[in-house]
């Protein structure tokens, strides 16, 4: 234990200050894509962007404040799903039975250490209070209802201890309890959803790169489509009216159901490759169109059935948005763009943390604060921002970096 410590404080950051990165390990040439470091700086912007505009939206789930739409997180989500598939696609064109134990191994040296660390934090937190606190903990911290309908109560000792394993392995969707999802750090869900993305991966690869002309990919995201509706068919609910009570966990976090997404993020890449090569102003003027058409869209949602709603109707556009965004490539000054790559490095941890964090505030006294709704918002922000950097440059790179020299022996 004291070695690995060790090796997170004293010895990582000199590993990390280096120019080469893990993903030269032993993958194949074939397997990783290089290209320029700023190449995508407008997702690394967006990433952070969609990170924040999920935060705002549960400090008002949370503070019952007014900020912004909850559409905006929503979509958000989908975003965080559709750059997944894109971005994998893009680091790994081809991938081998060989190189497989290298990429499960530099995925959950992503994703884990913010997870662990923003769990272990909610479980310590959630745990201890309900036991100091009692049943009427959860709404003490501000917790909404859609968090807490089907607790189980009293929550007893085992049940937390049971709790914790589940959500230590990824496993918390396999409950008859809805919430048990939500019970410690509520975003965390769609954390699982990735992996199981990341577990399909390998499969739906191939079959992404089959599809090398405009009109095969084209009829492929309408196929990804019209599955998805179906899907939404599927899984819906037996009743007469639909909300956030009776849709969340059959349709908007089923990882059956948002896979789709995810694979359309792989499409993306396909149609990237074949994209002509137009001037910087073409670019812009594709920026703009994709921008106002997800607006539109956005401005829609109140006129369509819940189900859709959700997410279903954003897809689309949101696809559209990300394609555009990966299109504009501008040289910019390499400290701009370092920057640029610290904020979509730190978008992750302040999409794990941001929700126990704030809960922790209102616990604490934060819900007296309501009355300054500006400035309320703007310090839970700023401050809630300033600790996932630190904790991104500080603790999560350093963990990272360890975690995967230690997998790769």
């Not at 010895?11 to 390990?25: E, M, N």
């Not at 912007?45 to 997180?73: K, M, Q």
């Not at 997870?115 to 501000?142: A, E, H, R, W």
Request: glycine share 4%.
């Amino acid at each position: 234990m004291f070695q690995f410590f060790y090796e997170i404080v004293i010895i990582s950051p000199i590993l990390t200050s280096s120019k080469q990165h893990f993903l030269t390990f032993t993958m194949s040439q074939q397997a990783i894509s290089t290209d320029s470091p700023n190449t995508f700086f407008l997702i690394d912007i967006f990433r952070f962007v969609a990170a924040s505009l999920v935060l705002l939206v549960h400090l008002s789930y949370i503070f019952n404040v007014p900020t912004i739409w909850d559409a905006f997180a929503s979509s958000a989500v989908s975003w965080f799903f559709i750059v997944s598939g894109f971005i994998l696609s893009y680091r790994y064109p081809n991938l081998t039975l060989s190189d497989l134990k290298l990429f499960y191994a530099l995925r959950f040296a992503r994703i884990y250490p913010a997870y662990l660390f923003s769990l272990l934090f909610s479980i310590g937190f959630m745990s201890l209070g309900y036991f100091y606190v009692g049943d009427n903990f959860v709404t003490q911290i501000g917790r909404p209802v859609i968090g807490t309908y089907d607790l189980p109560y009293p929550m007893t000792f085992s049940f937390w201890v049971d709790a914790s394993i589940k959500h230590l392995f990824f496993l918390q969707f396999f409950s008859p309890i809805e919430c048990l999802k939500y019970l410690f750090d509520g975003p965390l869900w769609s954390v699982v959803n990735e992996v199981f993305f990341y577990l399909l991966f390998p499969l739906l690869l191939p079959l992404a790169r089959s599809l090398n002309k405009a009109k095969h990919i084209f009829m492929a995201f309408i196929v990804c489509y019209a599955l998805q509706y179906t899907l939404i068919q599927l899984f819906l609910p037996s009743t007469t009216s639909f909300d956030w009570f009776t849709l969340n966990t059959p349709i908007y976090t089923n990882p059956l159901v948002r896979w789709v997404e995810f694979f359309m993020g792989l499409l993306l890449y396909r149609a990237y490759l074949i994209m002509p090569n137009v001037k910087v102003t073409g670019r812009i003027l594709l920026l703009t169109l994709s921008m106002t058409i997800y607006f539109v869209s956005l401005s829609l949602l109140p006129y369509v059935s819940q189900e859709y709603a959700l997410f279903f109707l954003m897809t689309p556009s949101t696809s559209l948005l990300v394609l555009s965004l990966v299109y504009i490539i501008i040289e910019i000054p390499v400290q701009i763009n370092r920057f640029f790559m610290l904020l979509g490095g730190a978008s992750y941890v302040l999409y794990c943390i941001h929700f126990p964090f704030m809960e922790i505030i209102y616990f604490f006294g934060g819900k007296k604060w309501t009355q300054n709704n500006g400035m309320l918002i703007v310090g839970i922000y700023g401050v809630t921002v300033l600790l996932s950097i630190l904790i991104h440059l500080l603790l999560e790179k350093n963990v990272r970096s360890v975690l995967i020299r230690r997998l790769l022996k």
